[in-house]
């Protein structure tokens, strides 16, 4: 276990990693917009050509560039003209666009089918759910069959100390004996929550260690986040963990670095969700907040079922004071944990939290970490390769994703800027590519608008 003094020692190290001060900042000059006429809805052998690709394994962007798409997977990339476009490939002209891999939510809350689509139209093609039904392990084999649309889907089984969420533990014995479930049930992580005690959780780990099997989550209070990352938690949900588990309810910067240091030592992962921290701030102690959400017009694609749960839940509008101040500390200390060298991934805690809308919320997050201090790259990287490797490093015989490479799921957004320049770009889509299959943004957004028809009557 590490303890506080190596943390400290640690911590002078970290503390020297991009201590230079930083250039000074060049405003990017957008490009013309560009409108490539792309087919509806395609499967099968697809070759991309003359774009602009951005396969996010670095920030260098290639020029005329094409991509094959071959049984879900992508088979070739190159320069334009350096490899055959077979005769029965449907051929997508891309002008010049921009080609990047599909975005990742690493939190989210799927509970119904209707919940999928916004995902993929909004060009999130891989989601974690962060504890959810069992139906999402239905969910998730019928997307990887072919016979549901939408992302591809990884579960976590929720498990706590104390009712009513998930499967709850109380002993060294219900621990172990719940991982063993969950394996057998063939769950892809374990989500372990706040009110687990010492003991269970180590037994957890324990078994955890013997199964296989991934634990992500929470930081969980009474181990602390010290101990629960030297255990082997591989990810932490919410930056704002590390306030109640680390800081100990207090915003002393001091720390920060210690906290990062720790992070690093033990290799986690750590999902911020900023922008879920942000929608709770602007509905804390106040219903007009939550109103001015509810009023958004993708909540027009949200499920009824999701909206009610929203307004009954009053969970942050009756609250009193304000949140600002740890939502600075949190943003301070994602910065902070990021020139550190920890990798962090997007997730937006959607649609649990209220008004935060499954896919469109994707780019609040990378909005926020722009603004916390990552760069549009950093930013992306989060939401694609990092993402990738997380999953390749966790979860055994998963399918390769994040990057655009050969062997790499074929997962792709075809963009009308540059998302290097401003990460709201990657929102400007011509179409997405889920699992080697094309659909073209004006085939989603009719999809979408069918999905709002069905909700209102």
Not at 67 to 89: H, K, M, W
Not at 155 to 170: A, K, L
Not at 231 to 243: D, L, N, S
Not at 440 to 452: G, N, V
Request: proline letters at 6%; hydrophobic letters at 40%.
């Amino acid at each position: 276990m590490i303890s506080r003094p190596m943390i400290r020692y640690m911590m002078s190290i970290v503390s020297l990693i991009g201590c230079a001060p930083p250039a000074a900042p060049v405003a990017p000059v957008e490009e013309a917009e560009i409108n490539p006429i792309v087919p509806s809805d395609v499967s099968g052998e697809i070759a991309f050509v003359n774009a602009t690709v951005l396969t996010m394994m670095s920030e260098e962007i290639h020029h005329n560039f094409s991509v094959l798409v071959r049984n879900q997977r992508i088979a070739a990339i190159g320069e334009t003209g350096s490899f055959d476009i077979p005769v029965t490939a449907q051929v997508i002209e891309c002008q010049g666009a921009f080609l990047m891999p599909g975005l990742a939510d690493m939190h989210t809350h799927v509970y119904y089918r209707e919940d999928l689509l916004p995902y993929v139209a909004n060009g999130v093609t891989t989601v974690l759910n962060m504890g959810s039904p069992s139906t999402i392990l239905q969910f998730r084999d019928l997307v990887s069959a072919g016979e549901l649309l939408g992302p591809t889907i990884l579960g976590s089984g929720f498990v706590d100390g104390i009712p009513p969420n998930g499967w709850v533990v109380t002993t060294a014995e219900e621990a172990r004996a719940t991982v063993r479930n969950l394996k057998q049930a063939k769950w892809d992580f374990i989500k372990v929550y706040n009110s687990i005690k010492t003991d269970v959780f180590l037994a957890l780990m324990d078994e955890a260690r013997k199964e296989g099997m991934p634990v992500i989550g929470h930081g969980v209070r009474e181990p602390g986040m010290e101990r629960i990352l030297n255990e082997g938690q591989v990810m932490v949900a919410h930056a704002e963990e590390y306030i109640y588990t680390f800081f100990h309810n207090s915003l002393n910067e001091a720390f920060i670095s210690e906290a990062v240091a720790l992070t690093v030592s033990t290799r986690a992962y750590v999902t911020p969700t900023l922008s879920a921290y942000e929608i709770i701030k602007l509905q804390w102690g106040n219903q007009q907040g939550l109103e001015t959400l509810l009023a958004q017009p993708e909540v027009l694609y949200v499920s009824p079922t999701w909206i009610t749960r929203w307004r009954n839940s009053k969970r942050y509008t009756l609250n009193s004071g304000s949140i600002a101040a740890p939502f600075e500390f949190q943003r301070k200390l994602v910065k902070a944990l990021s020139d550190g060298g920890v990798p962090l991934l997007l997730g937006t805690d959607s649609p649990f939290v209220p008004g935060v809308v499954p896919g469109h919320s994707i780019y609040r997050d990378l909005r926020n970490l722009v603004s916390a201090g990552l760069t549009p790259y950093q930013a992306l990287k989060a939401g694609t390769s990092t993402a990738g490797d997380f999953i390749k490093s966790t979860v055994s015989d998963s399918e390769e994703f994040g990057t655009i490479e050969v062997e790499k799921r074929a997962d792709l957004l075809l963009l009308k800027r540059n998302p290097l320049l401003n990460v709201d770009n990657a929102s400007l889509r011509s179409g997405v590519m889920v699992r080697g299959r094309w659909l073209s943004q004006e085939k989603l957004d009719l999809m979408l608008d069918s999905l709002a028809n069905h909700f209102s009557n």
